[in-house]
């Protein structure tokens, strides 16, 4: 089975901020690596695709990249309702996938 | 407009059986692989099971491999999990997810419904 591990898992910032979280996969996965982002009490929403294509009505300020085994995910100026939690997703064996373990991103 | 909307949760007693659906509309159910994930209360999303567009391959995680059985009825636009011997460690919320075409991010999700296995 494939790991996935985030970090940080929590972190504070201020609007304005850039703000970087890495995800990094037991073993190689390609470009296979999604990013969600959840809100309490909310389904989980796709974010970036293959490690690093924007989703749909995605604001261009998220940005994804990596391939292999480290992934970022990357907020260019971070805004007040993008305090969520985070999720990586590997997704190599498309019907296997494992989520990381989320970081919390919270407002300092 | 693609919607999933789960129904079939509730409070089930350790043991217990409960079988929850997922109503798909606004795209062409048999086409897509679907999928269901789970929270626990304030921890992360678990994978749980998958099917494939062709009802082929089908996946489960570990925790729930041998209890929990994925399927669809492809008429009925409706996914399913029927979930048996239930732990109190399968409390969650449950989602439906549909996976993009021919991928394996998923791109809708529903709201969840709760599942909650206590006696």
């Known amino acids: 089975d494939i790991q996935m591990t985030q970090s940080p898992s929590s972190l504070s910032a201020s609007v304005g901020d850039r703000v970087t979280i890495t995800c990094r996969a037991s073993?190689?996965?390609?470009?296979?690596l999604n990013w969600y982002q959840q809100k309490p009490g909310k389904a989980p929403k796709l974010l970036i695709y293959?490690?690093?294509s924007l989703q749909s009505g995605v604001p261009s300020r998220f940005s994804g990249s990596g391939s292999g085994t480290d992934f970022t995910l990357t907020i260019s100026s971070l805004q007040p309702e993008d305090f969520a939690t985070y999720y990586c997703?590997?997704?190599?064996?498309?019907?296997?996938?494992?989520f990381g373990q989320g970081t919390k991103l919270e407002n300092k | 407009e693609v919607q999933l909307v789960e129904s079939g949760g509730g409070l089930v007693k350790p043991g217990g059986s409960l079988r929850l659906s997922c109503a798909a509309s606004?795209?062409?159910?048999?086409?897509?692989?679907m999928n269901w994930v789970r929270q626990a209360p304030g921890k992360g999303l678990e994978w749980v099971s998958s099917?494939?567009?062709?009802?082929?391959?089908?996946y489960y995680a570990d925790s729930v491999k041998g209890r929990f059985t994925i399927s669809r009825d492809i008429a009925k636009s409706s996914l399913y999990l029927e979930m048996n011997s239930l732990r109190a460690e399968d409390s969650a919320v449950y989602y439906c997810?549909?996976?993009?075409?021919?991928?394996?991010?998923?791109?809708?999700w529903g709201q969840g419904t709760l599942v909650t296995v206590s006696s």
């Open positions: 073993q190689s996965i390609s470009s296979y």
């Open positions: 293959a490690a690093s």
């Open positions: 606004g795209f062409t159910f048999s086409s897509y692989s």
């Open positions: 997810a549909r996976a993009g075409y021919r991928s394996g991010w998923y791109d809708y």
């Open positions: 997703q590997q997704s190599y064996n498309t019907l296997m996938c494992s």
């Open positions: 099917i494939s567009s062709s009802d082929i391959y089908i």
